[in-house]
């Protein structure tokens, strides 16, 4: 019987491994949300206008 069970626990683990691999490499889904989009490029653009107003000098406090 201990001979099975030294058998069985490899085998086992070798199908848990290939679902999560299975799992792990499905195709990522698509967030389809346009709130979110829009706020994230709303997001960058502040932040090009925050980094361009820097290399100019402005708002330094000197």
Do not use: C, K, N, Y
Not at 9 to 19: F, R
Not at 28 to 34: E, H, K, S, W, Y
Request: hydrophobic share 55%; aromatic share 6%.
């Amino acid at each position: 019987m201990a001979v099975l069970a030294w058998l069985i626990i490899p085998v086992v683990a070798a199908l848990l491994a290939t679902v999560w691999a299975g799992w792990a490499q499905r195709a990522p889904r698509a967030t389809g949300d346009p709130a979110s989009l829009a706020e994230h490029r709303r997001f960058m653009a502040a932040m090009e206008r925050t980094t361009a107003d820097a290399g100019r000098g402005e708002g330094s406090g000197r």
